[in-house]
């Protein structure tokens, strides 16, 4: 079976131009949609260009109808396409609409059906630009050699799955914290405890960084006050 030579066939749609059987061949009819991405982002500045295509008999024009499930707004499709007489396929754009907000991820269904065709879906993931802020925080601003310290990280948003969270200290080697904690889904913080070490050694105190981060999160800091709690020996002559 090949298509009407002055016809240009995508490449896609080859691949079912032959087969082999002793039984009877039913040829259906069948909506295509191409979208370049699965995923997109919402603030994609120029509108995606898309493709809708049909199999069958290109006798007559047809209507097809374009709609979202579970859409927030950020997507924006044509109500209908029609596919001239004589064609295979026409041409549809999707916008963005970027709201500016922190939104979470979406996934989108997008929906083609027509009089004469089975319906046809797809599903289209929404990429926010928009990334939350975590914020770190100490219960005190010092902590001296041998001590304890509870530090919190929030999260600017509540999120549906659990948040891995990096910590890193810029002076690793004068306390023990865990490398990663993790805020659970629906939650928006989860506290842990910096312990300093004792060295022995007097020293001055000292400003220590700690830093929180997370993928596609905006990283936070505190700045707590080493205290070092050697008193150095004095001798007098």
Known sequence: LAPYSDNVERPEHQQNNSTQTTEKINLSKTIYINIPSENINEDVASPIKCTLARSGNFDNN????????????????????????????????????????IDRDNTVTLNVTS?????????????????????????????????????????????????????????????????????????DRVSFTVHAIEDETA???KDITFTATANKHIAGEAIVILQDNDIPQLELE
């Open 203 to 205: 020293d001055t105190s």
């Open 62 to 101: 047809e209507i097809f109808y374009l709609s979202f499930e579970n859409n927030d707004g950020r997507l924006t499709i044509p109500a209908s396409l029609t596919i001239p007489t004589g064609a295979s396929e026409n041409i549809f754009y999707i916008s963005t609409n970027n709201n500016d907000i």
């Open 115 to 187: 009089d004469s065709y089975e319906s046809k879906h797809t599903y289209i993931t929404v990429t926010d630009d928009e990334l939350p802020t975590l914020t770190l925080s100490a219960a005190s601003v010092e902590i001296a050699e041998n001590e304890d310290l509870i530090l919190t990280v929030t999260n600017e948003i509540t999120e549906q799955e659990d948040v891995i969270v990096n910590i890193n200290c810029d002076a690793s080697s004068r306390f023990t914290y865990p490398e990663q904690v993790i805020i659970p889904q629906n939650e």
